[in-house]
């Protein structure tokens, strides 16, 4: 029976010739992540183990990115825990706040994570690599700190279901619409367990940061990973980032998928996940009349320099509305540097935005533009739970940064077409 | 092992920012998340439940964010297993690792009812609704992720396998 692309990897870092759905195996791991707020519970939990160092200083990453730079003094605790830990064990691949970046925009830019890898992280949307063709995935802080310190992690063999995507996405249409889509049509548990393999003439059509952001929300409907096949982009991304060797691995023809799904790319319209799941999406132009209060465009989902091309893009030479915070937060160090030499920061501060140091900040509702009861927000981040960027009683719609900068400055739920472009 | 409790019932993707919001995950101490579980669905929770109290709830429990803090919550509430129609991966995976008994059973988690009095018998699976009368039973671990429950976790786990 044939593999799918992520069971070749599994079965190659577990040194079995193959494996198959519902198998039990314990694989290899080429890097382990933690940040902020899960590396402290994992440091806890493998003092409890008899072996103390890590198995290779090299392929652990430690990132405070949640509430770093230190937003109190508990959080000032934990990052100084994190800190100290990669210390005592010369952990290459800390990140210190001037160095640190969100760390699934840090991570593929530094280079630390390339085809063929596998990757846990304690952090859910750890799946964001899977756009560089590497098996990736989110853990709790125990699984992680065990990973740190074996160099391996159990899995079960995920099935998959196939995403088959054609054809070529439509102007101010980004990775974000593809996956609001896939969510809106499948549900937040409709990928449950399983891994959700894009392919596809249309993947062509799809830039890597587009292929990141569609990545990274796999998690949001529930799946254990996201696989992107790898492709000339996809080599050219790792040769300019990264020195590490990289491994293709193909899906086998015959191999078997749960479910297929196709979805033409020049057919999706600017889409947007109103409260309080993911998978309640509706294009904007059903949305109907919705006013903000702040915009978000920033996260590991969007974060990265086409978000901020997209924004400026369309807010060159105009203003947000009287009353809208609008928050820009670019993804890494490089980025923000990257977006002041191309004139973009000079274009948000301009239209009336603000531009913070790299965090994830609000979109976990940890500071930074924490939302008051009743208040609304358009975000490029990922989640729009119950409370997830402030109050119970605020609101978060989910959209592309195309979607986000056009609503900032209407001041209500927008797409840049209502802008004239 | 047996669990028997009072049931707090809830619906669907109960996500882990309600079951812990992040403004408290500046704390990792159990005690002091359990006095905000559930705190943004159900902010009476942490009044009303008891020690060895159960939780049930319909499809994809916990999910969201892969923060531990989530189940170390419950656990330190009290709660002595949750029952659920299906559980988020990242939450099923911490649950076990850190030693909170979680089932996976669609009929009970359509049918128990909050208050009702459930008892779980973990070594067989079985769930029984003492206040329905009823009894349903649960999906076993497989082996391998018993070993894990047996050693009372992945620490220990580990630990164990290095020794032999």
């Known amino acids: 029976m044939g593999m799918t692309m992520t069971q070749k990897i599994l079965a190659a870092h577990a040194g079995l010739p193959s494996v198959e759905a519902g198998q039990l195996i314990e694989a290899d791991l080429d890097l382990v992540l933690a940040n902020d707020i899960t590396g402290p519970v994992a440091i806890h939990e493998v003092e409890k183990l008899n072996k103390k160092t890590v198995f290779d200083k090299d392929k652990v990453a430690l990132v405070p990115d949640h509430f770093a730079p230190n937003k109190d003094i508990k959080s000032a605790e934990h990052c100084k825990c994190v800190r100290e830990y990669a210390k005592e064990h010369d952990i290459t691949n800390y990140f210190e706040v001037g160095e640190m970046g969100i760390e699934h925009a840090l991570l593929p830019e530094k280079g630390l994570i390339v085809a063929g890898e596998t990757c846990i992280g304690a952090d859910s949307h750890t799946c964001t690599y899977g756009a560089l063709g590497a098996f990736s995935t989110g853990v709790g802080s125990t699984d992680m700190g065990c990973g740190m310190i074996t160099g391996q992690a159990w899995f079960k063999v995920p099935s998959a279901i196939k995403v088959v995507l054609k054809g070529k996405p439509k102007k101010w249409v980004s990775g974000k619409d593809v996956i609001l889509h896939l969510i809106g049509m499948i549900g937040v548990d409709g990928a449950l367990y399983r891994s959700l393999e894009f392919t596809g003439d249309g993947v062509a059509n799809l830039s890597m940061d587009d292929r990141f952001s569609i990545a990274n929300m796999a998690i949001e409907a529930g799946a254990k990973n996201g696989i992107f096949p790898v492709d000339e982009k996809t080599i050219a991304y790792m040769e300019e980032h990264s020195k590490k060797k990289y491994t293709v691995y193909e899906a086998d023809e015959d191999a078997v998928y749960d479910e297929t799904y196709e979805i033409d790319l020049s057919t999706l319209e600017p889409t947007v996940a109103f409260p309080h799941l993911p998978e309640n999406t509706k294009t904007v132009k059903e949305a109907g009349e919705v006013t903000i209060d702040q915009v978000v465009i920033g996260s590991c989902t969007n974060g990265r320099i086409e978000d901020l091309r997209t924004a400026a893009e369309i807010l060159n030479g105009r203003k947000v509305a009287k009353g809208i915070r609008t928050i820009v937060i670019p993804a890494t160090q490089a980025i923000y540097l990257q977006a002041m030499e191309e004139g973009l920061v000079k274009i948000f501060i301009e239209a009336g935005a603000i531009v913070s140091t790299p965090t994830c900040g609000p979109c976990l509702g940890g500071y930074m533009g924490i939302l008051a009861a009743g208040e609304r927000a358009v975000s490029t981040t990922n989640r729009n739970f119950v409370g997830r960027m402030g109050h119970v009683d605020s609101e978060v719609y989910l959209a592309s940064p195309a979607v986000a900068a056009a609503s900032a400055v209407t001041g209500k739920i927008s797409e840049p077409s209502e802008l004239g472009i | ?164």
């Not at chain 2, 319909?58 to 919550?73: D, L, M, Q, T, V």
């Not at chain 2, 003492?130 to 009372?152: D, L, S, V």
């Open chain 2, 1 to 164: 092992m047996k669990a028997c409790g009072t049931v707090h019932k809830y619906g669907d993707n109960v996500d882990t920012d309600v079951i812990i919001p992040a403004r408290y995950l500046n704390s990792s101490d159990p005690k002091e998340l359990a006095k905000s579980c559930m705190e943004d669905i159900d902010p009476e929770f942490v009044n009303k439940v008891k020690e060895g109290d159960i939780m049930v709830a319909n499809k994809n429990f916990g999910c969201g964010s892969s923060r531990e803090h989530a189940p170390i919550a419950i656990k330190a509430s009290g709660i002595s297993c949750v029952i659920a129609e299906t559980f988020a991966r990242i939450f099923y995976r911490n649950s076990i690792n850190i030693g909170l008994p979680i089932i996976e059973c669609p009929e009970a988690a359509k049918e128990i009812e909050a208050g009702d009095t459930v008892e779980v018998d973990f070594d067989s699976g079985m769930i029984y609704d003492r206040t329905k009368g009823t009894e349903y039973k649960g999906q076993a671990f497989p082996p391998f992720m018993q070993k894990i429950i047996k050693a009372e976790g992945l620490i220990n786990y580990i630990n164990e396998k290095n020794q032999a």
